[in-house]
């Protein structure tokens, strides 16, 4: 697979060439994802900082939580020894590289220093990626973050082995949905068989993503239902911080919430918001395909892709879902 682009030029080739060229040079590389980070964003980071390890590059990698933890559903990922809290994560490195964030406020704390990085290496897949830093390996191509990992990973010149595998399968999985996304493509399907032929148990990877939770899930989840309400084609609803508290219930839990609301025949745009621990609504979206809700969501601030989207209020629930549809009659 090395020099080969399964994704059909989504990146320029001179783009990955300079990349290398880029990460020779360095004796230490930064590496950031993007906050409460999912399965695509911190095992693209990790896989990408086994290789670069073997390199003898120093690697320090993190993400920007003012909380900083690995969400509990990915503590299986191999690596977590690479991370280190935003604090002690370089003020201005020489080398950066950012997974699977579309923009710079989506690394949290860690903004100032990607804005300070001397080069700084844009790895996504985000239609709506701004463009940020020096260089971006950004194709909307790939169903994930962790397919442009792994071609970066064989540029320089890396193979695959058990921990590298199991970090890029879970980015893999977790962005196209166990392949059930329509953004499941050929080479998705083909980098899975690759991942799997290193030795992978993909069967308790699944049972680490989707088959486990705290007790406290079912009865936030079961709050969550309760009010949930249909509009006009969209479903929706919400979870507080009381809802979660009394459960003890972290907010890392809330991901598949989502997952359940979307599944309403009558609608064709589902709507989750989860109120985080600093009082924000951090506002999962999903659409069936004929509305893009990533333009919705970039009008509200954030962003993401035609089916699968996001972004962050800091007003109240109402008047959140008030804006939310009034964008959304204009798509």
Not at 90 to 108: N, V, W
Not at 149 to 176: F, H, K, M
Request: proline content about 4%; hydrophobic content about 45%.
């Amino acid at each position: 697979m090395t020099g080969q682009d399964p994704l059909g030029g989504g990146v320029p080739e001179a783009a990955w060439e300079r990349a290398v060229e880029l990460i020779s040079r360095a004796d230490e590389i930064a590496l950031a994802c993007h906050v409460s980070p999912d399965g695509d964003a911190l095992g693209s980071m990790l896989a990408t900082g086994f290789v670069l390890r073997s390199l003898g590059k120093r690697v320090v990698a993190s993400f920007g939580d003012r909380r900083f933890a690995v969400p509990r559903l990915l503590g299986f990922l191999p690596g977590q020894d690479m991370l280190s809290p935003p604090q002690d994560f370089p003020a201005a490195p020489e080398l950066m590289i950012t997974f699977d964030s579309a923009s710079s406020d989506r690394l949290g704390l860690l903004g100032a220093n990607a804005a300070a990085a001397r080069e700084l290496i844009v790895v996504d897949h985000h239609p709506s990626c701004s463009g940020f830093g020096t260089l971006g390996l950004i194709s909307p191509k790939a169903a994930a973050t962790a397919m442009l990992a792994e071609q970066l990973i064989y540029r320089l010149g890396g193979t695959l082995d058990r921990d590298i595998a199991t970090c890029l399968y879970a980015g893999l999985v977790t962005d196209t949905g166990s392949f059930r996304h329509s953004s499941t493509s050929p080479a998705a399907h083909e980098m899975a068989a690759r991942l799997v032929a290193t030795g992978l148990r993909t069967d308790e990877i699944a049972r680490e993503l989707w088959d486990r939770s705290p007790f406290g899930y079912l009865k936030v989840l079961a709050a969550a239902l309760d009010r949930v309400k249909l509009e006009d084609g969209l479903v929706w609803t919400y979870v507080t911080r009381v809802d979660r508290a009394a459960y003890g219930l972290p907010y890392s839990e809330l991901e598949g919430v989502i997952d359940i609301v979307r599944r309403a025949d009558e609608a064709e745009v589902a709507v989750v918001c989860k109120e985080d621990d600093d009082g924000a609504w951090q506002v999962s979206t999903r659409s069936k395909g004929a509305v893009d809700v990533a333009a919705v969501c970039a009008a509200m601030g954030g962003g993401g892709h035609h089916r699968a989207a996001g972004f962050t209020s800091h007003d109240g629930v109402e008047e959140t879902m008030a804006r939310f549809r009034e964008l959304l009659r204009k798509v």
